[in-house]
């Protein structure tokens, strides 16, 4: 049987970033056994959010790269999220819009994903998504 479980955020930053090297060797090793196909982890749209603040502030790795990354985690088989599609998207779209928060990009895409083509927002960053136009109530 395949060992299958949530991914919390501290493993994939570890998995991520080297700062402890003990941690680092396991937390790979476990995204390993995944891309093998060895086992399978669940993901929250609240660990992806977590994980973009900490590596892009914490660490100072750069948006795109840290959207490479976890875009490349999201795709592996055994990687399951009731929201995959919508993350990948999310990411894709944080990456080229700087001034959004992940958080910002999400409610964008999720709206897109709805078939909503209005967001109530004062917010006037908010107006950056295709599709779905900003409205100040």
Not at 60 to 77: A, M, Y
Not at 118 to 129: L, V
Request: charged letters at 20%; glycine letters at 4%; one cysteine or more.
């Amino acid at each position: 049987m395949t060992p299958e479980g949530f991914l919390d955020t501290s493993i994939l930053i570890d998995a991520l970033v080297p700062a402890h090297a003990d941690h680092h060797a396991r937390a790979s090793g476990l995204l390993s056994q995944v891309s093998q196909g060895n086992a399978i982890l669940h993901v929250s749209v609240t660990v992806v959010l977590e994980a973009t603040f900490v590596l892009t502030k914490a660490y100072d790795i750069p948006r795109t790269e840290v959207s490479e990354q976890l875009s490349e985690l999201l795709t592996l088989t055994h990687v399951v999220s009731s929201e995959k599609s919508l993350l990948l998207r999310t990411l894709n779209l944080w990456a080229r819009e700087s001034p959004l928060s992940f958080a910002d990009c999400y409610h964008l895409v999720l709206a897109d994903a709805l078939g909503l083509s209005a967001i109530y927002s004062f917010d006037k960053k908010m107006g950056r998504h295709p599709g779905v136009e900003r409205i100040e109530p």
